[in-house]
């Protein structure tokens, strides 16, 4: 069977982190029969990330692509997605910060065509923020409120997210900030959209790129965002979870294992 979902994971120094995410990330989508591949898109990491990445890639479905030096999550993303072969689309953190477990319902959701977006949420019922210093908190939860206005999605800030291919194909998405997420939510070719919850735990091992240099990318991005908005004001429309479950589009008793597709 051919690939049906191609999950991008840019990586920068996540040696540590490498090893639990190929297996958390297989555990959650091999139950499902969901035909995989996991892109790890490395800027040549000084710690070895790649060199690792390339040995589990002989045990898991892993392709390593591997670029010459740190050139910036945005374009690593959408290096990956060029790269993909499914006609499902997704993007985590290496960091274990984003719950892989609700990867099946996501891609579910998404293949039903019910909705050609579904994005991973901290902020809607169900979801949170595990362990986040009250800095960060305030920064994310300003981040999304000065966006809200031009973005129909609650965590607009989420960098996890799946989404048919032809929301991105051939779309224009400018990779200045590190909010890939943002752009796709923003300027991406979809007419409804779901948000899943899921809890948010920070990274354990190694650095977060956040700082003030990330804080006036955004706010670039987001001047560059209004623009567009005011040019196209593109219609979307939400579908809750409950509206999916109505529909039996997808089983989703809390504590039942992602239904078979
Ligand atoms: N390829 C690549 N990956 C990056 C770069 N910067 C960050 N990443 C990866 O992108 C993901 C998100 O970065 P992270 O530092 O966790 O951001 P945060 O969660 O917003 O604090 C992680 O998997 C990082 O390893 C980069 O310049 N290039
Ligand atoms: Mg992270």
Redesign the pocket.
């Known amino acids: 069977m051919g690939v049906e979902f191609s999950l991008v ?6 040696r540590d982190n490498i090893d639990k995410l190929v297996s958390d990330t297989h555990k959650a989508l091999a139950p499902s029969g969901i035909s995989y591949e996991l892109i790890i ?3 040549n990491s000084p710690d070895g990330t790649a060199e690792r990445a390339r040995e589990l890639a002989k045990d898991f479905p892993v392709v390593v692509h591997q ?1 010459a030096g ?4 945005a374009t ?1 993303v959408m290096e990956g997605w060029e790269k993909a072969r499914g006609s499902i689309l997704g993007v985590m ?3 274990g ?1 984003h719950d892989e477990r609700i990867l099946p319902y996501m891609v579910q959701f998404v293949k039903s065509e019910r909705v050609q977006l579904a994005v991973g949420s901290r902020y809607i019922p169900g979801g949170g923020i595990g362990n986040w210093p009250l800095k960060r908190e305030i920064i994310s939860r300003v981040a999304v409120m000065m966006a809200r206005p031009i973005c129909p999605v609650a965590d607009l800030t989420s ?1 996890f997210f799946v989404c048919h291919r032809n929301v991105v194909e051939g779309v224009y998405l400018n990779p200045i900030g ?1 909010k890939i997420g943002l752009e796709v939510m923003m300027r991406g070719r979809y007419q409804t959209f779901t948000e899943v919850p899921y809890t948010f735990h920070d ?1 354990d091992k ?5 700082g003030s240099k990330e804080v006036f990318a955004y706010l670039k991005q987001l001047g560059q965002l209004l623009g567009y908005w005011i040019a196209n004001r593109p219609k979307r429309r939400r579908v809750t979870m409950k509206e999916l479950e109505q529909e039996q589009v997808i089983a989703l008793s809390p504590d039942q294992e992602p239904a078979r597709i």
């Open positions: 994971v840019p990586t920068y120094k996540e898109v490395d800027d670029r740190k050139l910036g999550l690593a953190d290496a960091d910060s960098g590190f990274r190694g650095q977060s790129k956040l």
